[in-house]
């Protein structure tokens, strides 16, 4: 642990991602046994090295293994959800309308950050609410912004707490008064919102600001709009999760005895290699011949009372009590109950450690080929949207990291899903979404549209999203972002003069408070 430690003093974050991979990859062996408090950093780092050595192979041709259909899904796997898409009649899905999707709570307003200058004497400006005029002549030396797009957010925080943000998109800044909900709610046309920040060691005082210019207004979102979003929402069960509820931190798990004591019985049964710290390489070759050969000893096995009793023992307390891995589902899935092994994963949570740790990709991926197998569609797709937009948790996320976290939008096409629809759906914005409504990260679906087969016909619908007047501003811009995410990621023969043209057009359409802010950004 120290040396993790000592190796972040020295060197810089990436670089130290890297030693730490290092340093994992060559960490002492623990046997298999209930986790106390002690040997819980010991056990993480040895399942870190695991994962890591048991995919290097797999991560140095591609993220994830691809069978000969050239697909992350075996031809059985996708011959299932093919089965799934006809059975469930997904692939002609046409939902009712029978509710109206409100856009985003925004207005117009101005930005302010004053860090210089009287800077209390602005804020009780501020609090008898002066004119922004009259505020320009007075704090001149005030940075700001006009005509900005404001969205209000109401949410509640890690803590419980209802708050409320006022942020601009486009320069992105937010502002979070310290004030109740209430007090703020009906703000709108000739209101000012604060935030405040007294001088600390690190940092002066100052205040930033919206000087709210129009009225707040959240309008109906029109209906050919809102059909894509009701048919994301039918695709992707909005009374489902990826994880049960309650689902335990996968790094902090409670150990049963009954998997620990079938685990070691796998082990022992299969002639598992144990740690060796005075010839590392060639415990990782035998540690490799083990894993690749251990499921011709267990399939022999398969049919003893013994293993079949102590499976049955483990899995039902795993199932009741928590305490499984991904070995031991392995196991579950092969010799019990695939069932049981998606549920045993979905009980778990896997946090991303850095941006190397690949391991939260893997759990979904797992969840994904499980939820096929047992003809369960709601969570496969979950599943695969998180890995299409990197929807995972994670103690840091380096931006070097990302470029090789694939989208694999080609295996829904394959499942002759709308996968357009599914995915403009999922990228507008609402103020009114179904309780766990699924939303897109822009920038990840954009680069997974730049794969998709029918380029034409995905540009043509989001230029007309953009261009069109009777969808609120914040939308319209949400989908500028999308196309300029799709072009940026483009093969290079594919970014013609003729695509330029059609993104510089689609930003003129924009609306002209919009579009002076966009420009300086382009």
Not at 31 to 41: A, E, G
Not at 59 to 74: D, R, T, W
Not at 200 to 223: D, H, M, Q, R
Request: proline fraction near 2%; charged fraction near 25%; include cysteine.
């Amino acid at each position: 642990m120290y040396q993790v430690l000592f190796g972040l003093l020295i060197v810089g974050k990436e670089q130290f991602e890297f030693n730490l991979f290092v340093i994992i990859s060559v960490h002492v062996q623990i046997p298999y046994q209930p986790i106390s408090q002690k040997n819980h950093m010991k056990r993480f780092l040895l399942s870190l090295a695991v994962y890591f050595f048991s995919n290097g192979l797999t991560a140095q041709s591609g993220e994830f293994k691809l069978y000969p259909n050239g697909l992350m899904y075996s031809t059985s796997t996708m011959n299932q959800l093919e089965y799934i898409v006809d059975s469930l009649n997904l692939k002609f899905k046409n939902c009712d309308l029978s509710r109206t999707y409100l856009s985003c709570k925004q207005l117009k307003g101005h930005f302010v950050y004053l860090e210089k200058g009287n800077i209390n004497q602005a804020l009780k400006d501020m609090k008898k609410n002066i004119s922004f005029d009259e505020f320009k002549r007075k704090y001149g030396r005030a940075e700001i912004n006009k005509d900005v797009l404001v969205l209000r957010d109401v949410y509640k925080n890690w803590e419980g707490e209802q708050v409320i943000d006022y942020s601009s998109m486009v320069f992105r800044r937010t502002v979070q008064p310290k004030k109740s909900v209430d007090e703020l709610f009906g703000k709108g046309e000739g209101n000012w919102v604060y935030e405040f920040s007294s001088k600390t060691e690190y940092s002066g005082e100052y205040v930033s600001a919206f000087y709210l210019s129009s009225k707040l207004e959240s309008n109906p979102i029109p209906e050919k709009y809102a059909r894509l979003i009701q048919y994301s929402d039918c695709l992707v069960d909005t009374s489902t999760t990826i994880f049960i509820e309650g689902a335990e931190d996968a790094d902090q798990f409670y150990t049963s005895s009954q998997v620990a004591d079938f685990v070691n019985y796998v082990h022992d049964r299969t002639n598992r290699p144990v740690y060796d710290t005075s010839d590392r390489k060639s415990y990782w070759s035998k540690y490799a011949l083990w894993d690749s050969t251990k499921y011709l000893t267990l399939d022999s096995m398969k049919n003893e009372e013994k293993f079949k009793n102590m499976l049955n023992k483990a899995t039902n307390e795993a199932l009741a009590k928590g305490g499984s891995n991904d070995e031991f589902e392995s196991y579950v899935s092969r010799y019990n109950s695939p069932a049981a092994a998606l549920e045993l994963k979905r009980k778990r949570q896997v946090w991303g450690q850095c941006s190397m740790d690949n391991r939260p990709r893997i759990h979904a991926l797992n969840i994904a080929v499980l939820s096929a197998e047992t003809i369960n569609w709601e969570v496969f797709l979950r599943a695969h949207l998180d890995i299409m937009n990197d929807n995972f948790r994670r103690a840091s996320d380096g931006s070097y990291a990302w470029k090789r976290r694939n989208t694999y939008i080609r295996e829904l096409e394959e499942l002759d899903i709308n996968v357009a629809d599914l995915l403009l759906g999922i990228s507008l914005r609402l103020e009114n979404p179904s309780a766990n409504h699924y939303y897109a990260n822009i920038r990840r679906v954009g680069r997974a549209l730049a794969e998709y087969s029918d380029k034409e016909e995905i540009e043509t619908r989001m230029i007309s999203i953009i261009e069109d007047e009777s969808l609120d501003d914040y939308n319209r811009l949400i989908i500028y972002y999308l196309y300029d995410n799709y072009y940026y990621n483009l093969q290079e023969e594919d970014q013609t003069k003729e695509g330029e043209k059609k993104l510089a057009d689609a930003l003129n359409t924009l609306p002209k408070y919009l579009l002076q802010d966009m420009k300086k950004e382009h």
